[in-house]
């Protein structure tokens, strides 16, 4: 009788960790992207973190494939967004997750022409990298009654 329970007591406590760290990554994920939007907003600087390994995005342009091996942080003559019903997919607890919402407000890329009513909907894909959540890649599209960011990407992709 003792054999049998040691395995499903196995079992429960690594569903319960599987559950917690899944939970954590929500919630964590959630905070970031609140957070980044808000240090965004004020210092007109974009503050997510990109892998190192760079990262793929189609852009609310409607454009091509864009492939940014080394992103650095955009700068805006104005930018004034918020982040809306954020939810947060756990794809390996700890290690990978997605998510999902929309973005809303006012937009202007430097050397762009500026977007006064930006409303996108946003997946982005994280993967942790030294402990820190990275983006890997994103995919915006604007809804319909809102426009898309005025960049216009290279098309550029990385050779497989």
Do not use: C
């Amino acid at each position: 009788m003792k054999i049998r329970i040691l395995p499903l007591l196995l079992l429960m406590v690594s569903i319960n960790f599987f559950a917690q760290t899944a939970t954590e990554d929500i919630q964590e994920i959630t905070e970031m992207i609140i957070q980044q939007q808000e240090q965004t907003n004020k210092t007109q600087i974009d503050a997510r973190n990109f892998s190192a390994q760079g990262n793929y995005s189609f852009n609310s342009t409607g454009g091509l494939l864009n492939y940014n091996p080394n992103p650095s942080a955009q700068k805006y003559d104005g930018v004034n967004l918020q982040a809306k019903h954020i939810r947060v997919v756990s794809l390996v607890a700890g290690k990978a997750a997605v998510a999902l919402f929309y973005n809303e407000g006012s937009i202007k890329p430097k050397g762009y022409v500026a977007v006064d009513h930006y409303l996108t909907r946003i997946s982005e894909t994280y993967v942790k990298e030294k402990g820190k959540w990275v983006l890997v890649t994103g995919h915006y599209s604007p809804i319909t009654g809102g426009n898309g960011t005025s960049q216009i990407g290279k098309g550029v992709s990385k050779e497989e």
